[in-house]
Nanobody
Framework: QVQLVESGGASVQTGGSLLLSCKGS????????MAWFRQAPGKEREEVAA???????RYADFVQGRFSISRNDAKDMLYLQMRDLKFEDTGMFYC???????????????????????WGQGTQVTVSS
């Protein structure tokens, strides 16, 4: 059974930093595409950053230069380093993966929530002045 557990969310002041972590289990982590999504109150879930099995990454325009996504396949971990946090970064952050068919590696997914087939429960990030 595939499981994803996020951690690291907190309340911080604007300009602060946080490191989000996502621990995966139940699958071959190295083959997956993974992403972080954010959902602000009353808004749809949106992709923040994504990384494929070859460690190619992409970022939403609103986090360019401030956030960094990384993965440690040996530890089944996904990370999101967030710096210079802004009020509008507030929301629930979710870890998501797309696990390809056996024997294949994921080389990229679309930037929408339905591109991923497993989700964590989320970790709350609140940014205040």
């Amino acid at each position: 059974q595939v499981q994803l557990v996020e951690s690291g969310g907190a309340s911080v002041q604007t300009g602060g930093s946080l490191l989000l972590s996502c621990k995966g289990s139940g699958y071959s982590f190295s083959r997956a595409c993974m992403a972080w999504f954010r959902q602000a109150p009353g808004k749809e879930r949106e992709e923040v950053a994504a990384i494929d099995s070859g460690r190619n990454s992409r970022y939403a325009d609103f986090v360019q230069g401030r956030f960094s996504i990384s993965r440690n396949d040996a530890k089944d971990m996904l990370y999101l380093q967030m710096r210079d946090l802004k009020f509008e970064d507030t929301g629930m952050f979710y870890c998501a993966i797309y696990l390809p068919p056996l024997g294949r590696y994921c080389n990229g997914r679309g930037g929408t929530a339905n591109a991923y087939n497993h989700w964590g429960q989320g970790t709350q990030v609140t940014v205040s002045s």
